[in-house]
């Protein structure tokens, strides 16, 4: 059983940034696919971006393509999120998920999730 807790969260500007991060425990980080999915109020999840299990591949929507960076360090079981140029759209609740195949962008691939963390982009 792997347990994420999302963390980094929080009230920023148009234009500005933030960091997600993710931490894992319960299992062997590096033998899944890493992904971020958000959550806008009043619509579906959707994915944002996956990262292979070395790290050395990563796969992003196109919304927030150029925008957002990926990562993971595999030997302190975490995973991150830089987000730059943030938007009013990028409004969601982001959810950390592991899973098997990459890239993990579908809920159906998703083994486990974390409890999500707010992030909020003021106009």
């Known amino acids: 059983q792997v347990q994420l807790v999302e963390s980094g969260g929080g009230l920023v500007q148009a234009g500005g940034s933030l960091r997600l991060s993710c931490a894992a425990s319960g299992g062997t980080f590096s033998a899944y696919t890493m992904g971020w999915f958000r959550q806008a109020p009043g619509k579906e999840r959707e994915f944002v971006a996956s990262s292979s299990r070395s790290g050395d591949n990563s796969y992003y929507a196109d919304s927030v393509k150029g925008r957002f960076t990926i990562s993971r360090d595999n030997a302190k079981n975490m995973m991150y999120l830089q987000m730059n140029s943030l938007k009013p759209e990028d409004t969601a609740v982001y959810y950390c998920?592991?899973?098997?195949?990459?890239?993990?962008?579908?809920?159906?691939?998703?083994?486990?999730w974390g409890k999500g963390t707010l992030v909020t982009v003021s106009s």
């Open positions: 998920a592991a899973g098997r195949g990459y890239p993990l962008t579908r809920d159906y691939a998703v083994n486990y």
